[in-house]
């Protein structure tokens, strides 16, 4: 995707052998890249949501390993440094997704060769999900097109956090078919929510729509389900941080919610993601396991000022605790359909393995 013209991904390696991320943390008041040079540096860029989003954070992983072994490739060091970056983040199951691909592919190889293949294989998991989110846009289109036939008008379109482009390494999964039936000419409105805590919607989706000259319009949380009563909602596509083998969705806290108010709307609902965001050994989703995030996230907000200056100001009175649950799970049954590279199919155990019948089996 590109920004002022120019085209970026989120992350790419440098010949230094360090590798470059947008700091998602300055998004939208300032663009500025960082190069993370050690393992240390890949794992505070997750933790810290310097890079964010199920399919970009298993890819920082994938990189975070690989520098970790330049100097050492023992079988120790290995397992140390998986271990170091599987904890930043629990919920995404592409992080430890990713980790336990690089990890095959370079513990049977000499200790010399290690560190080659392990960068190496970080750069082809990059370039699938590349492929792979745009194979997400091209199905999902489809449905907006449909959709865009039914109601004869302008597509309204709702998404919540953000799952585009800054979510993967380039395209993002709910997000791609909007910019792919953009891209086709079909005539598309986004409502944004802002996703509390950190906003991710108001800053990053709202950054991204505006950058690729899609139209959308940045709504509180709590605007989704009054809009799908007066039918100003034809669609709601969202992202998944880790999906189990029977279609329930883990997504940032406040899909389900959104998930119950389409229900009871007749409004469609579904979730875009790649078959890296799977977990086959999951069956129920209350088993995920659900990060808890610093009690600030929600206690402070960050904004610019009239002055130009970013500002951090405390919105909860001193004293009061409060809870950072950062996401929900979304049961299948309320799912219309999951969006994958593979096509569309139910969100249930049979229709993922009508897509995937090699990892059912």
Same mark, same amino acid.
């Given at each position: 995707?590109?920004?002022?013209?120019?085209?970026? @991904?989120?992350?790419?390696?440098?010949?230094?052998?360090?590798?470059?991320? =947008?700091?998602?943390?300055?998004?939208?008041?300032?663009?500025?890249?960082?190069?993370?040079?050690?393992? &240390?540096?890949?794992?505070?860029?997750?933790?810290?949501?310097?890079?964010?989003?199920?399919?970009?954070?298993?890819?920082?992983?994938?990189?975070?390993?690989?520098?970790?072994? @330049?100097?050492?490739?023992?079988? &120790?060091?290995?397992?140390?440094?998986?271990? +170091?970056?599987?904890? #930043?983040?629990?919920?995404?199951?592409?992080?430890?997704?990713?980790?336990?691909?690089?990890?095959?592919?370079? $513990?049977?190889?000499?200790?010399?060769?290690?560190?080659?293949?392990?960068?190496?294989? *970080?750069?082809? =998991?990059?370039?699938?999900?590349?492929?792979?989110?745009?194979?997400?846009?091209?199905?999902?289109?489809?449905?907006?097109?449909?959709?865009?036939? &039914?109601?004869?008008?302008?597509?309204?379109?709702?998404?919540?956090?953000? %799952?585009?482009?800054? *979510?993967?390494?380039?395209?993002?999964?709910?997000?791609?078919?909007?910019?792919? +039936?953009?891209?086709?000419? =079909?005539?598309?409105?986004?409502?944004?929510? $802002?996703?509390?805590?950190?906003?991710?919607?108001?800053?990053?989706?709202?950054?991204?729509?505006?950058?690729?000259?899609?139209?959308?319009?940045?709504?509180?949380?709590?605007?989704?389900?009054?809009?799908?009563?007066?039918?100003?909602?034809?669609?709601?596509?969202?992202?998944?941080?880790?999906?189990? +083998?029977?279609?329930?969705?883990?997504?940032?806290?406040?899909?389900?919610?959104?998930?119950?108010?389409?229900?009871?709307?007749?409004?469609?609902?579904?979730?875009?993601?790649?078959?890296?965001?799977?977990?086959?050994?999951?069956?129920?989703? @209350?088993?995920?396991?659900?990060? %808890?995030?610093?009690?600030? $996230?929600?206690?402070?907000? #960050?904004?610019?000022?009239? *002055?130009?200056?970013?500002?951090?100001?405390?919105?909860?009175?001193?004293?009061?605790?409060?809870?950072?649950?950062?996401?929900?799970?979304?049961?299948?049954?309320?799912?219309?359909?999951?969006?994958? &590279?593979?096509?569309?199919?139910? *969100?249930?155990?049979?229709?993922?393995?009508?897509?995937?019948? $090699?990892?059912?089996?």
């Amino acid at each position: 995707m590109k920004i002022a013209g120019t085209a970026y @991904r989120t992350l790419w390696p440098l010949p230094s052998g360090a590798v470059c991320v =947008i700091d998602q943390s300055r998004l939208p008041f300032e663009f500025v890249t960082l190069e993370l040079a050690s393992l &240390e540096d890949a794992a505070h860029a997750i933790r810290t949501m310097v890079v964010r989003g199920a399919p970009l954070i298993g890819a920082t992983a994938a990189y975070g390993l690989a520098l970790a072994l @330049r100097a050492e490739a023992s079988d &120790e060091r290995i397992a140390a440094a998986a271990e +170091a970056l599987r904890a #930043t983040r629990p919920t995404a199951v592409n992080l430890a997704w990713a980790l336990a691909r690089v990890r095959r592919v370079i $513990e049977p190889l000499p200790v010399p060769q290690r560190a080659a293949a392990a960068f190496a294989e *970080a750069g082809r =998991i990059c370039e699938e999900d590349v492929a792979q989110c745009r194979a997400i846009g091209e199905h999902g289109a489809k449905l907006i097109r449909e959709r865009s036939a &039914e109601v004869r008008r302008r597509v309204n379109v709702l998404t919540h956090c953000n %799952a585009g482009w800054l *979510a993967c390494v380039d395209w993002g999964t709910a997000l791609a078919p909007i910019y792919v +039936a953009h891209d086709a000419g =079909i005539e598309l409105h986004v409502w944004v929510d $802002e996703t509390r805590p950190r906003n991710q919607g108001a800053s990053l989706t709202a950054f991204e729509l505006g950058a690729h000259g899609v139209p959308h319009t940045v709504i509180v949380d709590n605007l989704g389900g009054h809009l799908m009563q007066h039918g100003e909602v034809d669609l709601v596509i969202v992202g998944s941080d880790r999906t189990t +083998a029977t279609g329930d969705v883990c997504n940032k806290v406040g899909t389900y919610l959104k998930a119950l108010a389409a229900r009871d709307n007749g409004v469609p609902f579904y979730a875009a993601l790649p078959v890296s965001t799977i977990d086959w050994s999951l069956e129920d989703g @209350r088993a995920i396991e659900i990060e %808890a995030r610093d009690a600030a $996230e929600v206690t402070h907000l #960050t904004g610019r000022t009239a *002055a130009g200056t970013l500002e951090r100001v405390r919105v909860v009175p001193e004293g009061s605790p409060a809870l950072n649950l950062a996401f929900d799970v979304t049961p299948g049954r309320l799912v219309t359909g999951l969006i994958t &590279e593979r096509g569309v199919c139910a *969100a249930s155990r049979a229709g993922l393995a009508q897509l995937y019948p $090699e990892r059912a089996a």
